[in-house]
């Protein structure tokens, strides 16, 4: 599976972004997905994750409320929808697949985008 992140930008305070990752392969609903970030100087954190049929879904405490990820198999991409974002939000934000389910563990994730920078601005 190959991995392609995009729709990152810079954004002020209380704006918002939508992330997409665009996914090669047939079988991509198979894949369990997870959007991670990585600030400068810190370790690599999980965002949110969705089950290969969509039908579940898990968010960090940070971010809940206020971004939605989703997936449309027939597409195969996955999104990542940020609302209200925060200066802390800043990062690269990064895309990643694993067959059966999702997970918040990075180094369970056996595919990777390459990452798309978001700035939000004070």
């Known amino acids: 599976v190959q991995l392609q992140a995009s729709g990152g930008g810079l954004v002020q305070a209380g704006g918002s972004l939508r992330l997409s990752c665009a996914a090669s392969?047939?079988?991509?609903?198979?894949?369990?997905m997870g959007w991670f970030r990585q600030a400068p100087g810190k370790e690599r954190e999980f965002v949110a994750g969705?089950?290969?049929?969509?039908?579940?879904?898990y968010y960090a405490d940070f971010v809940k409320g206020r971004f939605t990820i989703s997936r449309d198999n027939a597409k195969n991409t996955v999104w990542l929808q940020m609302i209200s974002l925060k200066p802390e939000d800043t990062a690269v934000y990064y895309c990643?697949?694993?067959?059966?389910?999702?997970?918040?563990?990075?180094?369970?994730?056996?595919?990777w985008g390459q990452g798309t920078q978001v700035t939000v601005s004070s």
């Open positions: 392969g047939r079988t991509f609903s198979r894949y369990g």
């Open positions: 969705i089950s290969g049929s969509g039908g579940q879904t």
């Open positions: 990643a697949a694993r067959p059966l389910g999702y997970t918040s563990a990075p180094s369970a994730y056996d595919y």
